[in-house]
């Protein structure tokens, strides 16, 4: 089922030895971003966390292609060393699909956010993606709206995320998904996620309860010829969510201190999901750490049932 690439073609991609041999007898394979490891968790939990996410990938039968940038180096599956560099180095630079030239140009050292991870791993043929939440378009700034969002609508690949970031615009950034033909699957809901709680309230484009339900829909739109990409929300487990009361609460005072200190831009993301952090006693990050889990788990089983 996976896409041949000739990965020879990007000289500043490298992919690792196990990566490059289960595409190439087309095992099922999980691509997993970085920028939550080295911006997105405290330390030494990010660390921890991204060694637990490939373990678990690894536990239900499929291969973890975490990928970062060092040195210029695109890779494709980071070594253990690799990771723990990224997740330990004080500063690295966000990457997403704009900064890959840049990075890769000035032999910097990057972690990718969704867009960058799904562009690199659709050049490689790797079909699933697994992340925490998506960004989407911005509150309060609709003119704001995530690269994550185009590279999904035109990368015929799979994201497996907990929905959109709460941080974000999600009836907005459902309305953008549905204009640009995103099929919005929700696993084992009728709902689309709120990525700390379980339920935004809004709908989702069809509900699969088991992986193969899932395979069945992104193959039948790729033999209709459709291309671009699908999202698959997953619901964080309900022992792990926080409220929608305390979410919103805590959002509305994190917004108002961006706003009276003038943060806009990049950095806003990054300063509400930190207040947010502290204003939730740390409820916030733990429940990030779960739904990430979750995530890959369903993610490597989907992998595995389209790799058969």
Known sequence: MHTKRNRGEYPHFETS???AQALDESAPVVALETCVVARGLPRPMNLETAQQLEQLVRREGATPATIGVLGGQIKVGLSGEELQYLATKREV???SRREL???AALGLDGATTVAATL????????EVLATGGIGGVHLRHPFDVSADLPEIASTSSVVVCAGAKSILDLPRTLEWLE???????????????NFYSRDSGLPVSARVDTPDEAVRIIQTKRDLGLEGGILLAVPIPET???????IESVLNEALSLAQEQGITGQALSPFLLERIAELTKGASVRANVALLKNNVVIAARVA?????
């Open 101 to 103: 030239p840049i990075v």
């Open 304 to 308: 595995r049932a389209l790799a058969a």
């Open 179 to 193: 204009t640009h033909a995103v099929p919005v699957l929700g696993y084992g809901t009728d709902r689309f996620p």
């Open 17 to 19: 030895r196990e990566i």
């Open 93 to 95: 630079r966000k990457v």
């Open 240 to 246: 792990d969510e926080v409220p929608p009361s305390t």
């Open 119 to 126: 562009c690199v791993a659709h050049r490689v043929g790797i």
